[in-house]
C-alpha cells in the first residue's frame, strides 16, 4: 500500500505563509516527479507546481509564480510547498501527486499517485 500523505494546512491570512509537506510511505518516488495541484470550491482541478527528481527542473503554475516554492528531500521521500504572500484566492484544498517517470508535466492524468488534500484557506 503506497499513500502520500500531506500536512501542513490551515488558515492564514492574507500575506501570510504556509508550508505543505507530503510524505510517501510504502515505495519510493525518489526516481519520479511529483507535484501539487488545488481544487477551489466549484472549480477544476488546478496545477500549482512540478518537480524533477533532481530538483532541477521545477515548473509553476502562472497563478503561483513568485510566491511558491517546490521542493524535495528524497532521503525522506518528501516533497515541500512553501507558499508566501497568500491571497484569498490561494483558497483551496492542495493535493500532492507523484509519477514514476521523471518527465515533469502538469497533467494531472500524468499522475499516478495522489494525496487526500490538506486544506489551505486564506481570510482577507
Given at each position: 500500500q503506497v499513500d502520500l500523505i500531506e500536512s501542513g494546512g490551515g488558515l492564514v491570512q492574507a500575506g501570510g505563509s504556509l508550508r505543505l509537506s507530503c510524505a510517501a510511505s510504502g515505495r519510493t518516488y525518489s526516481s519520479g516527479t511529483m507535484g501539487w495541484f488545488r481544487q477551489a470550491p466549484g472549480k477544476e482541478r488546478e496545477f500549482v507546481s512540478a518537480i524533477s527528481p533532481s530538483g532541477l527542473n521545477?515548473?509553476?503554475?502562472?497563478?503561483?509564480?513568485?510566491?511558491?516554492?517546490?521542493?524535495?528531500?528524497?532521503?525522506?521521500?518528501?516533497v515541500y510547498l512553501q507558499m508566501n504572500s497568500l491571497k484569498p484566492e490561494d483558497t483551496a484544498l492542495?493535493?500532492?501527486?507523484?509519477?514514476?517517470?521523471?518527465?515533469?508535466?502538469?497533467?494531472?492524468?500524468?499522475?499516478d499517485k495522489w494525496g487526500q488534500g490538506t486544506q489551505v484557506t486564506v481570510s482577507s
Open positions: 521545477i515548473y509553476y503554475g502562472d497563478s503561483v509564480k513568485g510566491r511558491f516554492t517546490i521542493s524535495r528531500d528524497n532521503a525522506k521521500n518528501t492542495y493535493f500532492c501527486a507523484a509519477k514514476l517517470t521523471a518527465l515533469v508535466t502538469m497533467r494531472e492524468y500524468d499522475y
